[in-house]
């Protein structure tokens, strides 16, 4: 059996220390530590999909509730100010997790998110409701900053599309469950009306009650710590790690890796920060940006409101939506699932790009045989379900793209940024914007905010075919140079 390489980091003056954890962490093959890994921190995406999942499920129930007795313009509201709170969680929490450690933030975001999403269930009139949904966003937002850049420090580079995509995915877990939870919950001959969609909202307490305690065991990223001075800490992690993978009987290649030079410093000032995003990486920028607005308006406008769609086009009752999501969820699912390897193998740019135009082009076909009255409601959700497993993997490649392409010092906080204003730009007006077409009753005016969708993201796939990043199967470093590696010479 080898033995574990040694001088992992050597103390240099002036606070540079060389180390190659960074590439030992990127040759470890998958294991039990990966899965742990993704399933503690993971549960992100499926929360969040279970909150969407329950603000279009309990549409109909909030609307005939004798308490709130909510508009159709009061739910997109309540879809806004999720979706505000996310924003506005993501960039302060995203701040807070490049300066204080992404172990700190994953807990304190998922308890904020614990406490206000049993909060919503106790809503009573729609200022508490508002309120509460969008402490509930916060708590997701945070969360997204902090588990994304934990999760790709961790996953070795030649899989690390592939993962990334496939935990996005989970979001339709999610879905799924709140789905399901609302056909049983939602039923009048269980609960009363203004009973059932109160417990909806605490399936999601009880599932981050559950997980909460499993990330006691997730350590901070070593990447993290060898740029803040930790540099003992993050050798103890990475052996621990491969001390598990031999204790299994991996072999791991001990003979070729990348050292760094490394200064360490507390913390990177912003006017640093905003520098590397948008002057040094501004292409990048400018394709994360189109990305993370396209996929929020297509997916925000049309999920927030698929309920409304078939309640007012369709007359489903409300407590059959749950039947329809289903097999929505599924494809959406699937999707990431199925093309994630794709993304490692052809390529990020050529991926991203195909699967962008493809979501635009077929809502837009879509579209028009809804407008022309030509979708059953079966059809209308196998369409939905077609686009989606396409538009479910350009979503999470969004994702991807962001957190990969910036230096690791600013990664959290980058990916705030861009999930901030792309969000904001698509997200917080999307499901205000299709709550009033709906409003209208007419089809038409219903495919316009779908062609308005579809040309988000085919411009989208354009800018991300031209100036896209080649990240597959390199290095977190080498696809962008942590800003502060220094020179053989400094």
């Given amino acids: 059996m080898a033995e574990p390489p040694t001088a992992a980091v050597q103390e240099k003056p002036q606070a540079v220390i060389e180390t190659d954890l960074p590439s030992r962490l990127d040759r470890l093959p998958w294991g039990r530590f990966h899965s742990l890994i993704v399933v503690a921190l993971g549960v992100t995406w499926l929360l969040d999909g279970l909150e969407v999942t329950l603000a279009g499920a309990v549409a109909s129930a909030l609307k005939t509730s004798h308490t709130l007795h909510f508009s159709n313009t009061d739910i997109g509201l309540a879809g806004s100010a999720y ?21 700190k933030l994953f807990f304190i975001t998922l308890s904020l998110y614990l406490a206000a999403t049993a909060a919503t269930a106790l809503s009573w009139n729609l200022a508490s409701f508002l309120l509460f949904r969008f402490l509930t966003g916060a708590g997701i937002g945070g969360e997204y900053t902090a588990i ?27 879905a799924g469950i709140g789905a399901a939870g609302s056909l049983v919950l939602l039923d009048p001959h269980l609960l009363p009306g203004d009973w059932g969609w109160r417990a909806c909202f605490f399936i999601g307490a009880a599932l981050a009650l559950a997980i909460l305690p499993m990330r006691i065991w997730v350590p901070e990223s070593p990447r993290w710590l060898l740029t803040h001075g930790e540099a003992q800490e993050a050798t103890e992690i990475v052996e621990g790690i491969e001390a598990r993978f031999r204790e299994t009987g991996h ?6 890796f990348t050292r760094l030079r490394l200064r360490t410093r507390d913390h990177t000032p912003l006017a640093e920060v905003f520098h590397a995003i948008f002057t040094v990486h501004r292409r990048r920028a400018l394709v994360g940006l189109s990305l993370m607005t396209a996929q929020a308006f ?33 494809g959406n699912f699937l999707g990431p699932l199925l093309l994630g390897r794709l993304f490692d193998v052809i390529g990020r740019r050529k991926m991203i790009a195909t699967t962008y135009a493809l979501s635009g082009i077929l809502l837009t076909i879509s579209g028009y045989l809804f407008e022309q009255q ?21 979503a999470s490649s969004a994702y991807l793209t962001v957190s990969e ?5 600013i990664r959290a906080l980058a990916i705030a940024l861009f999930y901030a204003f792309g969000t904001a730009l698509g997200g917080i007006a999307g499901p205000a914007f299709f709550g009033r077409l709906i409003d209208t009753h007419q089809r038409s005016e219903v495919f316009t905010g779908y062609l308005v969708g579809s040309a988000l993201m085919v411009g989208a796939a354009i800018v991300a075919g031209i100036w896209g990043v080649d990240a597959e199967r390199k290095s977190l470093e080498n696809v962008a140079a942590p800003l502060s590696a220094v020179g053989e010479g400094e």
């Fill in 405 to 409: 392409s910036f230096p690791l010092e």
């Fill in 148 to 174: 994304n850049s934990t999760i790709q420090e961790f996953t070795p580079a030649r899989v690390r599309g592939w993962t990334d995509l496939g935990i996005n995915g989970t979001f339709w877990v999610g």
């Fill in 298 to 330: 297509f997916y925000n406008a049309i999920f927030f409101t698929y309920a409304l769609v078939l309640t007012d086009f369709y007359h489903v009752p409300g407590d059959h939506i749950g039947w329809y999501l289903l097999p929505f969820a599924l």
């Fill in 83 to 103: 979706i505000a709170g996310a924003v506005l969680g993501a960039l302060g929490f995203g701040w807070l997790t490049d300066r204080l450690g992404r172990r």
């Fill in 374 to 394: 030509w979708l059953t409601v079966t059809t209308q959700t196998a369409a939905w379900m077609v686009i989606f497993f396409f538009a479910s993997a350009a």
């Fill in 251 to 256: 072999r791991l290649d001990d003979t070729s």
